[in-house]
């Protein structure tokens, strides 16, 4: 099945942790590597959740693009949260955002492109720690001087 999607970039992002842990860990990443698909490298919670993949992951089974989702630290929001809002209700502060970036070009070394998602999306703080990260980052860009009001 993977063959017939091999024109695409494909990314996955594992949802349960068991496909990334112990000897399993090797046998995922050679699966993705040998179909030049790029695994989804995530920061969430520092939980051992079923549900939840280990943030020290720095995997690239593509070298034309890595990809890196992230979804906030706060590991009761994320394994209670009853709406996307609630579960990713998290903001990231400077000293993590550095750590991000520092994250980031460690990616940067094996992989052509990098991608970054923030999935910390209630009120404005994925756009917000976008462009602080940008600005981590050496990247230009402004950021807007008020606040998106509570919408839910």
């Given at each position: 099945m993977i063959s017939n999607l091999s024109?695409?970039?494909?990314?996955?992002e594992f949802r349960?942790?068991?496909?990334?842990?112990?000897?399993?860990?090797?046998?995922?990443?050679?699966?993705?590597?040998k179909h030049r698909v790029t695994f989804v490298n995530v920061d969430a919670p520092a939980a051992d959740h079923f549900s939840i993949v280990p943030s020290d992951l720095n995997e690239i089974t593509n070298p034309k693009f890595s990809y890196l989702r992230l979804h906030g630290r706060d590991p009761k929001a994320y394994l209670t949260g009853k709406t996307v809002a609630a579960r990713f209700n998290y903001?990231?502060?400077?000293?993590e955002i550095d750590e991000l970036a520092?994250?980031?070009?460690?990616?940067?070394?094996?992989?052509?492109?990098?991608?970054?998602?923030?999935?910390?999306?209630n009120l404005d703080y994925?756009?917000?720690?976008?462009m602080r990260l940008r600005k981590a980052l050496?990247?230009?860009g402004t950021?807007?001087?008020?606040?998106?009001?509570?919408?839910?």
């Amino acid at each position: 099945m993977i063959s017939n999607l091999s024109s695409y970039s494909l990314a996955i992002e594992f949802r349960n942790r068991n496909w990334v842990v112990a000897d399993q860990l090797g046998s995922t990443v050679a699966f993705l590597r040998k179909h030049r698909v790029t695994f989804v490298n995530v920061d969430a919670p520092a939980a051992d959740h079923f549900s939840i993949v280990p943030s020290d992951l720095n995997e690239i089974t593509n070298p034309k693009f890595s990809y890196l989702r992230l979804h906030g630290r706060d590991p009761k929001a994320y394994l209670t949260g009853k709406t996307v809002a609630a579960r990713f209700n998290y903001n990231y502060s400077d000293e993590e955002i550095d750590e991000l970036a520092k994250r980031s070009r460690k990616l940067a070394r094996e992989a052509t492109d990098v991608h970054i998602v923030f999935n910390n999306n209630n009120l404005d703080y994925a756009p917000r720690a976008a462009m602080r990260l940008r600005k981590a980052l050496g990247q230009s860009g402004t950021l807007a001087s008020s606040q998106t009001p509570e919408l839910f």
